[in-house]
T-cell receptor, first 117, second 110 residues
Framework: GAVVSQHPSRVICKSGTSVKIECRSL??????MFWYRQFPKQSLMLMAT?????????EQGVEKDKFLINHASLTLSTLTVTSAHPEDSSFYIC?????????????FGQGTRLTVV | GENVEQHPSTLSVQEGDSAVIKCTYS??????FPWYKQELGKRPQLIID?????GEKKDQRIAVTLNKTAKHFSLHITETQPEDSAVYFC?????????FGKGTRLHILP
């Protein structure tokens, strides 16, 4: 299957700083990528849809100024957690689908465990 | 928006027995229903999917059924093995974004 790479896999940052997470589709182009947050023993909560060349679409309750998404190319989307606080500590995971999205298999990155101290 | 409910949240079955996980969805326009398996510390991976024009699909020990009228779909795992222990997520999609259920933690007992 297609490969999605996410970096870094783990990051620890100080409260008030910003952290950038990268999501790359290695062997296919993805017009759309998705960012999820997963709390321990809980489901994947969709945060936003990242659209190449346009603004991201955020789910209700997700602060767009807090979680900045940039999708500058067909193979790269970034999520920046700005002014991070301990409550932002979580597992963040991206996914991408081949082509223009739609009803096809989603391939996930390996996830990023963010710890804010 | 779409809402996906999944039950049970935890399931323990004896090795060799069958496991069934059930999901319901709210948006009748959803037409793609994938199931993902997530092992501890790993990324979710697709194990089987079904589209709205099909009522049942099977792949070796795994099968999925879909009832569009009732808006529910189920995952069936037969002859369970230790490596089936994981968290399973159902999901629903209608064109773009995929909405996941809360997951079922499946334990296979020796």
């Amino acid at each position: 299957g297609a490969v999605v790479s996410q970096h870094p896999s783990r990051v620890i940052c100080k409260s008030g700083t910003s952290v950038k997470i990268e999501c790359r589709s290695l062997d296919f182009q993805a017009t759309t990528m998705f960012w999820y947050r997963q709390f321990p023993k809980q489901s994947l909560m969709l945060m936003a849809t990242s659209n190449e060349g346009s603004k991201a679409t955020y789910e209700q309750g997700v602060e767009k100024d807090k979680f900045l998404i940039n999708h500058a190319s067909l193979t790269l989307s970034t999520l920046t957690v700005t002014s991070a606080h301990p409550e932002d500590s979580s597992f963040y995971i991206c996914s991408a689908q081949q082509g223009n999205g739609g009803n096809t298999e989603a391939f996930f990155g390996q996830g990023t465990r963010l710890t804010v101290v | 928006g779409e809402n996906v409910e999944q039950h049970p949240s935890t399931l323990s079955v004896q090795e060799g027995d069958s496991a069934v996980i059930k999901c319901t969805y709210s948006d009748s326009a959803s037409n793609y229903f994938p199931w993902y398996k997530q092992e501890l510390g790993k990324r979710p991976q697709l194990i089987i999917d079904i589209r709205s024009n099909v009522g049942e699909k099977k792949d070796q020990r795994i099968a999925v059924t879909l009832n569009k009228t009732a808006k529910h779909f189920s995952l069936h795992i037969t002859e369970t093995q230790p490596e089936d222990s994981a968290v399973y997520f159902c999901a629903a999609s209608k064109r773009d974004k995929i909405i996941f259920g809360k997951g079922t933690r499946l334990h296979i007992l020796p």
